[in-house]
Nanobody, 126 residues
């Protein structure tokens, strides 16, 4: 099983990036999918999560109204559209998959996730 995150890069404040998380060896449609980030010297934080079929999503307060999580189960891929980026969004972004709920992922992800992907670096210059 592999989750491969991509789409990171260097962008100016106010700009946009779209991250992708493509899966192999597992069918993502069975899982709640989430994005997390870890800034230098900081702990990993929850960013966003989305249920099967994209029915329910949840966001960290710091990204509400700026980030949008979506999924294309036919492509076995999850996305994170990031708009109005700020310097404080600079971090390594990771995707994760879990069989439990969006609420569980948002609150208890640190207790364990079914799968983690490798990160992609996002750097926002001010």
């Amino acid at each position: 099983v592999q989750l491969q995150a991509s789409g990171g890069g260097l962008v100016q404040a106010g700009g946009s990036l779209r991250l992708s998380c493509a899966a192999s060896g597992v069918t993502l449609s069975s899982y709640v999918m989430g994005w997390f980030r870890q800034a230098p010297g900081m702990e990993r934080d929850f960013v966003a999560a989305i249920t099967h079929k994209g029915i329910v999503s949840r966001y960290a307060d710091s990204v509400k109204g700026r980030f949008t999580i979506s999924r294309d189960d036919a492509k076995n891929t999850v996305y994170l559209q990031m708009n109005s980026l700020k310097a404080e969004d600079t971090a390594v972004y990771y995707c994760g998959a879990d069989h439990r709920s969006v609420q569980h992922m948002a609150t208890y992800w640190a207790e364990g996730m079914d799968y983690w992907g490798e990160g992609t670096q996002v750097t926002v210059s001010s």
